[in-house]
């Protein structure tokens, strides 16, 4: 198994531009979540989904978006770049009600200039 | 949920072991103590949970007061690979959505 798997690594955006980061899991894993990891912090919770078709905002859901059309992918986009989504994303799956071991993918660095 | 308290940062020699607290006094009935690692720049990595009884895996041990108000993770035998920041959350059981992270415990072992 890949695990979770994040596109791309690294990416450079200007303000204003729009992107989408790519997640994909091969566990079968119902819930899959978006987080965001500023310097220094811990990790904000952007967008969560409980299965596909359905998606639900987290504590930082401003200026992001989500859809979930399969069980394996949950793409992130952000439509209008800006400085304050420079960041660290992280993606993360985990199994439905059996506790909270989340697994994580590996991470895209985002900067916006 | 909860809130949990954690020191900035520790040390710790290399082959000996390594004690994290964490602190959690408003922790609720339902409540589980998860433990997740960080190494520099790469995702969280999920290391133990537990409701009230001491827990073990092949990582790590997870021993909780009786009055549930603080853990202790202990890693027996740190390693320099172990060096992380350490992050303790508490949370109901299957609330996937609900992991409030904090700063966490930078933990440096030492050669």
């Known amino acids: 198994n890949a695990g979770v798997t994040q596109t791309p690594k690294f990416r450079i955006l200007k303000i204003g531009q729009s992107m989408t980061l790519q997640c994909a899991q091969d566990?079968?894993?119902?819930?899959m979540y978006w987080y965001r990891q500023d310097p220094g912090m811990g990790l904000k919770l952007i967008y969560y989904?409980?299965?596909?078709?359905?998606?639900d905002k987290g504590e930082v859901p401003n200026g992001y978006n989500v859809s979930r059309s399969t069980t394996e992918d949950f793409p992130l986009r952000l439509e209008l770049a800006a400085p304050s989504q420079t960041s660290v994303y992280f993606c993360a799956s985990s199994y439905g009600q059996l506790g909270n071991e989340q697994f994580f993918g590996p991470g895209t660095r985002l900067t916006v200039l | 949920d909860a809130k949990t308290t954690q020191p900035t940062s520790m040390d710790c020699a290399e082959g000996r072991a390594a004690n994290l607290p964490c602190n959690h006094s408003t922790i609720s009935g339902n409540e589980y103590v998860y433990w997740y690692r960080q190494i520099h720049s790469q995702g969280p990595q999920y290391i133990i949970h537990g409701l009230k009884n001491n827990e073990t895996n092949e990582m790590a041990s997870l021993i909780i007061t009786e009055d549930r108000k603080s853990s202790t993770l202990i890693l027996p035998h740190a390693t320099l690979r172990d060096t992380a920041v350490y992050y303790c959350?508490?949370?109901?059981?299957?609330?996937?959505?609900?992991?409030?992270w904090g700063l966490g415990t930078s933990l440096a072992v030492n050669p």
């Open positions: 959350i508490v949370s109901n059981a299957g609330n996937n959505r609900k992991l409030i």
């Open positions: 566990m079968n894993h119902n819930y």
């Open positions: 989904s409980v299965g596909a078709g359905i998606t």
